[in-house]
Nanobody, 116 residues
Framework: QVQLAESGGGLVQPGGSLRLSCAAS????????MGWYRQAPGKQRELVAA???????NYADSVEGRFTISRDNGKNTVILQMSSLKPEDTAVYYC??????????WGQGTQVTVSS
């Protein structure tokens, strides 16, 4: 059973940066393509970025060029480095596997609020 825990969110001004971390328990982490997802108020959860076992990445158009996803399979972590943050980035951010997230693996998420 894989457990996921997100951290690093907070309140930041527009244009600021945050670094989100996803810590995965369990030895199977390195097998998965992992994604960062977010759910903004009143909106469906969407994929923000994904990274394969080998390090290939893709990003939602809305964050391309501003966010960077990375992973350390040895440390069972997935990182989302966010810069040039916009109010539209405000959401709860989650990590899970992609493209088939495991429903019972969702963590509590970490709140990102971008506001002046």
């Amino acid at each position: 059973q894989v457990q996921l825990a997100e951290s690093g969110g907070g309140l930041v001004q527009p244009g600021g940066s945050l670094r989100l971390s996803c810590a995965a328990s369990g030895r199977l982490f390195s097998f998965y393509t992992m994604g960062w997802y977010r759910q903004a108020p009143g909106k469906q959860r969407e994929l923000v970025a994904a990274i394969t076992r080998g390090g290939s990445t893709n990003y939602a158009d809305s964050v391309e060029g501003r966010f960077t996803i990375s992973r350390d399979n040895g440390k069972n972590t997935v990182i989302l480095q966010m810069s040039s943050l916009k109010p539209e980035d405000t959401a709860v951010y989650y990590c899970n596997k992609y493209p088939l997230p495991q429903q019972d693996y969702w963590g509590q998420g970490t709140q990102v609020t971008v506001s002046s």
